[in-house]
């Protein structure tokens, strides 16, 4: 089909006209402004139309006529500066402080509009680059025609401004800061400046009366479909997503999606814009050893990061190792990044990693999984209800490739997880993964000492109101940890229960034994938070200990008052059950042959006359995949 150089025109200003006039808004914030401004970059652009198609840069050279133009633009300037010329339609409504309109109900993303109007020209070019062309900052830097290390300060000025906007607007609102929660907000702030942007105009009115027909060329389309994605990873637009890298080693060629080599990191095809690069390679094989795999290596933000599959993986797990230093630097200068946690639990296909930025106060969460999965999310804390539920907030991460990255808040905290295909756990990072040891001797003390922090940790930044009391402390069997651990003076262990309650009025369960010495370890967290009704406070319960058989389970029973206890499966088509056991002080081990046939047992108590003081509810399957206890049920 052949067409005119005007319906050739026409068909790109269709395409491009929304995101072109969307840049402007966000720049200037003045609807007027930004429809002017983008009208007349396009006229301008006709005039010379068949020259820009026959350079392939028609998509270029209109993004940086409206971005420069927009940019030296002010709200109170742009009428004077730019000369008038024929509006195709009406403006878009630019009153995003309008009172009648629900979007401004959270007074937290107004807080941040508003701080957006006090940001300069430059900071919302770059903000409108990577929301609507998802641009980096030194690409909007080159459109713009200025330094990239001049654009890259813009970037961390903007940062600042919106962050203590949020902080305060938080404040305001009776809400703790909450660093984690500024980039969707920031997203909302942006959807709430663009709303009420009018439909394309007609592009006849841009049109010169030219009927020359030419072949089309190179034509960029799009439009304000992109916002929508590119505006949810804003962040990664301020620093967080792959640059171009200092490296010119070709990429290896990545399997398409489909293909079997993508089915275990074992086969992964290194990916990554320094995949290539000879001296990366050379530091995997130095550094990791023999049978180690470059899963990924590239530059985000400020770092350069090199993640490597260690030979300890199984087809079940992948264990890593992680590198990274300042961008651009040398592969001998990367630091090994020390993590807390190494290996990737119950999956070979997602690596999820937290990499530290250099600066303390945030880390990155680099997500690599399959090419063809689009999306990811993660939740770095939870809530706790009075009812003994779990609630997670998550925050979507798209993914190129397979890979994607976001920013994180340090510290790391223990409840941190994330969900990609079908993996649903912890990244690989440097979080703390133990409720601690505490301090103050006996267990009772060292578990009061340690289990507040390790709730506030769990749910958020430090804050005032979480309360610890030590509910029980009673002797346990000397070989509660391990029963086949030989000892020579056999002596008499410990148990500890505390409750902690929260803020919100959860009431969380802590439970820590320890044994006469003889143990692999010298105590053991049977439950770190593990949060229980409040009206429950007082029952008594099992808590699963470490099997000794795999097929015998073993459960500490914590039941003051009660002289015998036992174990009885409810579920139809299994029948587990302990023989009836002895207590001593309120305590005791009981063991279950094929313990893993059930999930929900009944816990069966007598008192020391043989009367059936009732029986009680114990669900030990755990498949809440909120939950924050061990696994460790046979």
Known sequence: MTLTVEDDFREFVAARWPDLEAVALLVTLDAPAARRITTDALARLHQRWRA???????????????????????????????????????????????????????PVVAALATALHGATPVQRAVLAGRAVWDLEPDEVAALLGMPSAAVRAEVAALRDRLARAHDEARREEGLSP??????????????????????????????????????????????????????????????LTSGPSASTAARPVLPPPGDRSWAGTGTWTPRGALAGDDGIQALVISRSGPGSRLLWADEVGDRRIVV??????????????????????????????????????????????VVPDGTGATGLLVVLARPGEERCSYSATVV????????????????ADGVGASLVPLPVGPAVRVRAGR?????????????????????????MAAAAPFAMAVTGPPRPGFLSLLAFEGPAPGDVIDPGAVVAQPREGRVAVVHTTTPE???????????????????????????????????????????????????????????????????????????????????????????????????????????????????????DPDDLWPRFAA
């Not at 920031?186 to 030219?210: E, I, S, W």
């Not at 599959?309 to 199984?314: F, M, N, W, Y």
């Not at 703390?432 to 009772?444: I, K, P, R």
């Open 52 to 106: 820009t198609v026959d350079e392939g840069r028609p998509g270029e050279l209109a993004r940086r006529a409206v971005l420069t133009a927009a940019t030296s633009a002010t709200r109170d300037t742009a009428a004077a500066s730019s000369p008038p010329s024929p509006s195709p339609g009406p403006a878009p409504a630019a009153s995003w402080d309008d009172p009648d309109d629900d979007d401004v109900a959270d």
């Open 178 to 239: 909450a660093p984690w929660a500024l980039d969707p907000d920031v997203d909302d702030a942006v959807a709430m400046l663009l709303r009420g942007q009018g439909d394309p105009p007609d592009p006849a009115a841009l049109v010169a009366d030219r009927s020359r027909a030419v072949r089309r060329r190179t034509l960029v389309v799009g439009g304000l479909g992109v916002l929508g994605a590119a505006a949810g990873a804003w962040a990664v637009g301020t620093g």
């Open 308 to 353: 490597v599959r260690l030979p300890e993986s199984t087809r079940d797990s992948t264990v890593v190792s992680v590198w990274a230093g300042p961008r651009g630097a040398d592969a001998p200068a990367l630091t090994e990044v020390p993590l807390t946690v190494r290996e990737i639990d119950r999956t070979d296909n997602v690596v999820p990693v």
């Open 384 to 399: 706790f209800t009075a009812d003994g539920a779990v609630r997670r907030r998550w925050t979507e991460v798209g993914l």
């Open 423 to 447: 993996f649903d756990g912890a990244p690989a990072g440097p979080q703390q993964v133990t409720l601690g040891s505490g301090s103050g001797g006996e267990v009772g003390n060292t578990l």
């Open 505 to 623: 009025g959860a009431l969380l369960r802590s439970v820590r034994v320890r044994d006469d010495g003889r143990g692999w370890t010298p105590y053991l967290d049977l439950e770190t938070v593990r949060p229980i009704a409040v009206q429950d406070a007082d029952l008594p319960f099992a808590a699963p200990l470490p099997p000794v058989r795999e097929d015998t389970g073993r459960f500490l029973v914590v039941a003051p008052g009660a002289a015998r206890a036992q174990l009885l499966a409810v579920t139809p088509n299994a029948y587990p059950v302990s023989r009836v056991g002895d207590l001593r002080r309120g305590t005791g081990v009981l063991e279950v042959a094929n313990a893993r046939q059930a999930a929900i047992y009944r816990l069966v108590l007598w008192d020391d006359r043989g009367a059936r003081l009732g029986s009680w509810r114990q669900a030990f399957g755990r498949r």
